[in-house]
């Protein structure tokens, strides 16, 4: 694997003062509103609660995505090899 493929699919959470929230390895944006973000990583389901929360960058492409808002709490919800399990369950 090259060092573009590894820098683009690198799964990292920086939050600065709970304010500024900036997620790379985003695969999409699932549901969004001022109190949730779920969104699939390639490390998993995240989910951010907080307050007045808005997305002031996205890039699928880049798979980045810049938040601002109060931030609650972050949660992942699943694994990828939970997701991998299950689909292969559903098309045996």
Avoid: C, W
């Amino acid at each position: 694997m090259s060092m573009e493929n590894t820098a683009a699919t690198a799964h990292r959470v920086v939050l600065a003062d709970r304010t500024r929230l900036e997620i790379t390895g985003v695969e999409e944006v699932e549901s969004f509103d001022e109190g949730e973000i779920i969104m699939s990583t390639n490390r998993g389901q995240l989910v951010v609660r907080g307050e007045g929360l808005h997305i002031g960058t996205l890039s699928l492409e880049g798979g980045a995505l810049k938040v601002d808002g109060t931030v609650e709490s972050l949660s992942y919800e699943d694994t990828p090899e939970e997701r991998v399990g299950l689909l292969s369950r559903l098309f045996r």
